[in-house]
């Protein structure tokens, strides 16, 4: 029985250190460049152009609501704008502001964008072998019916703005 509490430990110990991983990245792109992960992942998608606040939305897999509110303290720091379509006036297209095309540039990779290069060039059994075992440990533990965030950030990338503020180190605000 040992042998067996010593292999759920050293589980435990690993899925542990992997959302430490995500929390120190989360942090230090708040320290870095005020931004969350969310924030720089809507940045990211806007890198290539314009977008309707519903496309982005779509882009990144969140929903409008929460892209809305991300985008509005975005485009308080000046990174983002929001400007009427001239195709179709009802429609507002967001897009890059200078500073943000700026903080892009200037800001680390995201954290799954490092993994998803690493994982990629694993063979494809061993792809299938881990994406098989992270859903069982996520069934084990009652997390595989749970929305799962495009982005690895710590806190829900749909939180509201009080609860971002909460992960927000004092004096940092985005």
Avoid: N, Y
């Avoid at 983002?80 to 892009?104: F, H, I, K, N, Y």
């Amino acid at each position: 029985m040992a042998l067996a509490d010593d292999k759920v430990e050293q589980v435990l110990s690993a899925v542990r250190r992997v959302i430490r991983a995500v929390d120190l990245h989360s942090r230090q792109l708040v320290q870095s460049h005020g931004l969350t992960g969310p924030q720089a992942l809507i940045l990211k998608a806007l890198g290539d152009g314009s977008l309707s606040a519903g496309a982005l939305a779509e882009q990144v897999s969140l929903s409008q609501g929460t892209v809305t509110d991300i985008v509005s303290r975005l485009e308080q720091r000046a990174l983002v704008t929001r400007l009427r379509s001239q195709s179709d006036r009802r429609r507002v297209m967001v897009a890059l502001a200078p500073a943000g095309r700026e903080c892009l540039a200037s800001s680390p990779p995201l954290l799954q964008d490092r993994f998803a290069s690493r994982f990629q060039e694993l063979d494809d059994w061993e792809q299938t072998m881990l994406l098989a075992s992270l859903q069982r440990i996520a069934s084990l533990m009652d997390a595989g019916e749970l929305d799962a965030a495009p982005v690895l950030s710590s806190g829900s990338v749909r939180a509201t703005p009080e609860a971002v503020e909460e992960f927000v180190e004092p004096g940092v605000h985005d």
